[in-house]
């Protein structure tokens, strides 16, 4: 069955050190891949996605992913972190139907 | 170009009653997916619709139907309410080219069923 897993349900990290959130996908075929962020009482924003191409795509907010097809990851990064990314953020794959299916999503919390 | 809109932005009904939500997608447009997003059980797809007709559907039980009208908006519409729905309701628009799609998202609707 298809899948998108995010194995880190919480991750505390302090205000300008670096941050990684990972994402695996279980797919027949590449999926196209996304990266949201959701602040408390709010929608989805979309970060980031991949189609194809070059395997490191660049986001909005200093955010970067790189997919790695070998160990069939979408990971995300940013080099330095601040208070205002403290938020919940989910990783999604479409399929070639076009069906979005979600991570279950990271908390992120960024410590003074 | 204006984002996509859902209303209202928060609902309390009591057991039994039933509900109604609207979106309104980014102009141009024409696909619309609703999902559920609860604490316990994350984000989960409800159904999707792309020119008035369903495409796509979750597993949830036929208390929850929509449909989309010609101008693309869309209702949600979830009857005989249990505890259990209470959720935030979101709302994603996209072109509807299928595999390629971008999402984008609403605020959401909170629903708290007492």
């Known amino acids: 069955a298809q899948s998108v897993t995010q194995p880190d349900i919480h991750i505390t990290v302090s205000e300008g050190a670096s941050l990684e959130l990972r994402c695996n996908y279980s797919y027949g075929a590449t999926p196209y891949l996304f990266w949201y962020v959701q602040s408390p009482g709010q929608g989805l924003q979309l970060l980031l996605k991949?189609?194809?191409?070059?395997?490191l795509v660049q986001g909005i907010k200093g955010f970067e992913a790189e997919f790695k097809r070998s160990q069939s990851s979408f990971n995300l990064r940013k080099p330095s972190v601040h208070w205002s990314d403290a938020a919940e953020y989910f990783c999604a794959a479409t399929d070639s139907w076009g069906k979005f299916q979600f991570g279950a999503g990271t908390q992120v919390v960024v410590t003074p | 170009k204006a984002g996509v809109t859902q209303t209202p932005r928060y609902l309390i009904k009591t057991r039994g009653q039933q509900v109604t939500l609207s979106c309104s997608p980014i102009s141009g447009h024409r696909s619309v997916s609703w999902y559920q997003q609860t604490p316990g059980q994350g984000l989960q797809f409800l159904f999707e619709?792309?020119?008035?007709?369903?495409?796509n559907k979750g597993n949830f039980p036929g208390r929850f139907s929509g449909r989309q009208f010609s101008n693309s908006r869309s209702e949600m519409n979830v009857s005989t309410l249990e505890l259990g729905d209470s959720a935030l309701y979101l709302c994603?628009?996209?072109?509807?080219?299928?595999?390629?799609?971008?999402?984008?998202f609403g605020p959401g609707t909170r629903l708290t069923v007492l």
């Open positions: 994603a628009s996209s072109i509807g080219q299928g595999r390629t799609d971008t999402q984008y």
């Open positions: 619709y792309f020119s008035e007709t369903q495409r």
């Open positions: 991949y189609f194809s191409g070059d395997t």
